[in-house]
């Protein structure tokens, strides 16, 4: 079983759950939209179409497993979820099949371009609400924050998962294409302007080996924090809610 939930921040909670909520149902409509595209997908969700189309049952029935398998290898690591992170493992998946029940795949390919384009803008800001609400990051990206907190590069840990879960899902048959490399350079971007910007909270930056590490507030706790006892705990800080510039 999991460590037990990380605590909710006490101020500005509707805020935050209405902004959480808007985040993650607007991240499985774009994830779908990226589907309906049909130009290839992001890593994960390259992964969870080739368990998909190998195995049975929908990309979002897959989003919704591959997300419990995720957070139970955050046991052994220093990371705990937030309300928000068991929300994102159950929400998006479930509104990526909805979606993807209700419409086909277009043929025009203008209005497939526009999909791509705006499944795209549209992650980047579905992101920055759900990391920006400050209740917990999705399970992926606490996989790699956790693991990064073991004294790894974020670039390195994020490179390797990614790159893993593309691979994977490419030989299960997963769609990879000129949209999956468009989304792979145009996310970071995007999502180091909408992460700050949509913060509730604080945000900190700072610089080290890997370049900026912008801290949003992914951290459930907003209030002032003592000077961390170690140079280990402070990198974990710096780490955790710092992923918008790497993604």
Known sequence: MLRSVAPIPPDRRLRRFAQL????????VTASMLVLAGYGLDPWNVLHQGLSRTFGLGI???????SVAVLAVWWP?????????LLNALLVGAVIDIVLSVFSPPHAVPV????????????GVATGLYIGAGLGPGPRDGLTIGMAGRGHSIRVVRTAIEATALAVGWLLGGAVGFGTVLFAVTIGPITHVTIPSLAIGR?????D??????????????????????????SLERDQCRLGHER
Not at 115 to 123: F, Y
Not at 209 to 234: I, M
């Open 21 to 28: 909520l808007a985040g993650l149902l607007l991240y499985g």
């Open 112 to 123: 497939r371009l526009a999909l791509l384009i705006l499944s795209v803008l549209g992650t």
């Open 77 to 85: 690591l220093p990371q705990r979820p937030g309300v928000g992170t």
């Open 209 to 234: 080996d890997d370049g900026l590490r912008q801290r949003d507030p992914t951290s459930v706790d907003d209030r002032p924090r003592r000077k961390p006892a170690s140079a280990d705990d402070d």
């Open 60 to 66: 979002g029935t897959w989003t919704i497993i591959v």
């Open 203 to 207: 945000v900190v930056a700072s610089r």
